[in-house]
């Protein structure tokens, strides 16, 4: 039986040539955080380096609400003359006189330095407004409270490298040099697949449940900046191989399923995928043992990697968690490792010894508390957990006091 290790390593190789051959969109700023967004920024990473058009920032501006004066003049009194708001090319600022300038206004030519409306009199715009003369502090130096024209980045100097993800200040300091479209690397496309006649809603009396799997699983690949859509297959093999093949098409980049590859006798995933290349593979895992994976040829003659979860929801999420989300979460910039502790047990508990057992819990007092059984349908309690719980391979019973890792889930 597999480690744990073994299986995330050839899942890794398996989908390493997919995530380096996604190709590219041109976005604009608007389509990556607007409503209608299908994937967000924060799932996204440029796919080419972005030079910026300007130098930021585009002009000499103030740093504050004051006036903006000559250096040489200091310690004199000079004249008012008109204010200078933000967003305005100011008249150049004549010898003797000084103007009120706003914060992010443009400096006009012939000033050096701004000094604060606090240092005036009234202390305050808009009644210093009213001042006919200020004194130009003795002690000012030039460039004082001045922003000086490409501090931040000079015109044509990278603004952000391909492969950077496209996070709220990488947005902010695109929109602030004017660039309105960027080539971003084209989010992996997946075609989650249900497998099981019994998916058609939760009915006591026809025996049928809804599909767990479907909306959880697309759920936790938008969380990683994949693009997601879903299928239901029946247990019918000649049935599973045209549903898929039709819904592969062209557009799936990976296909991820759900049940099918255990021992029972309609393992459709099984029957149907494993003599076109997927290779069922225990892992030695609590919930998740069975897996499999492989390079699966469709209708078009196209190979697409498969990777197969269990089908008992918390199994199939586990499995997500432990195998594909730090592969996916890595490929757009994101965090690959689920925030990790190692904390004491607040209660005792079973485990098989030849398994890593993997409890669902919640962290109370600095101590881990289990939430629900180890079983692997109990997706309710999945929900109230928190944290992922660890029980390490070997380790048959855990005490209270006994430390395990535990994985963050919020």
Do not use: C
Not at 148 to 176: F, N, R
Not at 210 to 230: T, Y
Not at 249 to 274: C, F, K, N
């Amino acid at each position: 039986m597999r480690t744990i290790g073994q299986h995330r390593d050839d899942l890794a190789a398996l989908l390493a040539p997919v995530v380096a051959g996604l190709g590219a969109e041109e976005l604009s700023l608007d389509e990556l955080v607007g409503a209608g967004a299908r994937v967000g920024s924060a799932h996204r990473v440029l796919a080419a380096p972005v030079a910026s058009p300007v130098p930021l920032p585009p002009f000499d501006n103030s740093q504050m609400d004051g006036f903006a004066v000559r250096v040489a003049e200091a310690g004199q009194q000079v004249r008012v003359v008109g204010p200078v708001p933000a967003g305005v090319v100011p008249e150049p600022l004549e010898s003797g006189t000084a103007a009120p300038i706003m914060t992010g206004a443009r400096i006009p030519t012939g000033a050096d330095a701004v000094f604060p409306v606090e240092a005036t009199e009234p202390g305050a715009f808009p009644a210093a407004l009213e001042l006919p003369r200020v004194t130009v502090p003795a002690d000012l130096t030039a460039g004082t409270f001045v922003r000086v024209t490409g501090s931040d980045l000079p015109t044509g100097a990278e603004l952000a490298p391909a492969g950077s993800p496209v996070t709220p200040a990488l947005l902010g300091a695109l929109a602030s040099a004017g660039v309105t479209t960027v080539s971003v690397r084209r989010p992996l496309r997946v075609l989650v697949v249900s497998t099981g006649s019994e998916l058609q809603g939760a009915d006591t009396d026809a025996a049928t449940i809804g599909d767990a799997n479907g909306i959880a699983l697309r759920a936790a690949l938008a969380q990683v900046g994949a693009d997601p859509r879903a299928v239901r297959v029946p247990d019918d093999v000649a049935a599973f191989d045209r549903a898929l093949d039709a819904a592969v098409g062209d557009w799936a980049d990976l296909v991820l399923t759900t049940g099918g590859i255990s021992a029972g006798a309609y393992e459709v995933v099984r029957q149907a995928l494993g003599p076109r290349g997927l290779a069922v593979t225990p892992v030695a895992m609590q919930p998740g043992g069975p897996q499999a994976f492989g390079s699966v040829v469709f209708g078009d003659g196209r190979a697409v990697p498969v990777v197969s979860f269990p089908g008992n929801p918390v199994s199939a999420l586990v499995s997500f968690e432990v195998f594909l989300r730090p592969l996916l979460a890595a490929a757009v910039g994101l965090t690959p490792d689920r925030p990790t502790q190692v904390l004491p047990a607040a209660s005792a508990a079973g485990s098989p010894a030849g398994k890593h057992q993997i409890r669902r819990g919640r962290v109370q007092d600095g101590a881990v508390h289990f939430v629900g059984g180890p079983s692997s349908h109990l997706l309710v309690h999945y929900a109230a957990a928190t944290h992922l719980v660890h029980v390490p391979v070997g380790v048959d019973a855990v005490e209270p006091g006994d430390p395990l890792t535990v994985w963050s889930l919020r």
